[in-house]
């Protein structure tokens, strides 16, 4: 039986104790407000900040974690009927470049509701002013490639919409900041919870 040893998490930056939730790979340091990400059992900071709640809903607030990533997209070429791009670029499809924050669930739900989450927060992009709060943020499930990989899914899918009307789409897509924030969400029991930014129930 080989050897092994627990050892308590703790803050790089104030000494404090962190809270870990198994195959965690992000934590958050209620104390200070840093944040932290785990590559290769070493601690590297990462940008944490919360949003407030916009809605008022009985159950418990707890806070889920998002991936922000800050993008500069091109269109390279486009033939197709998709209105993802002409929401978010402003209503016009001959736009072919500018910027989108993508919104992507950090926690573990199904594909359905990820992808509804990230649609929805990424066209309204509600966090105008996140802020640090001193309150528990875990259950991480995606890493930075992951939320980079699902940020695309979420383009090309949205600006697809429909697999008979896409017949070409290329594209550019450079990630210029990637940071987590908080999204609140209330607990309605049962399993469902629902953001208090949107109103969205999952």
């Known amino acids: 039986m080989s050897d092994f040893k627990l050892e308590a998490v703790k803050c790089k930056q104030c000494g404090s104790g962190l809270v870990v939730e198994v195959n965690d790979n992000i934590v958050y340091c209620t104390s200070c407000g840093s944040g932290f990400e785990i590559i290769n059992g070493e601690m590297t900071p990462i940008e944490i900040n919360f949003a407030s709640a916009a809605i008022r809903e009985d159950g418990e607030l707890i806070y889920k974690p998002f991936w922000l990533l800050k993008t500069n997209i091109s269109i390279l070429e486009r033939k197709a009927s998709g209105n993802f791009l002409k929401n978010i670029f402003g209503g ?111």
């Open 92 to 202: 016009s499809n001959d736009n072919t470049s500018g910027e989108i924050i993508f919104y992507i669930p950090a926690f573990y739900c199904s594909l359905e509701v990820m992808k509804n989450l990230a649609t929805q927060f990424t066209i309204k992009n509600p966090v105008a002013s996140p802020q640090k709060y001193n309150v528990k943020l875990t259950g991480f499930a995606y890493g930075k490639e992951d939320a980079k990989k699902l940020a695309e899914f979420i383009l090309i899918s949205m600006e697809a919409e429909k697999s008979d009307v896409m017949k070409n789409f290329n594209y550019k897509l450079d990630f210029t900041s990637l940071e987590i924030v908080g999204i609140p969400f209330y607990d309605k029991g049962n399993g469902q919870m629902k953001d208090a930014l949107l109103g969205i129930t999952v």
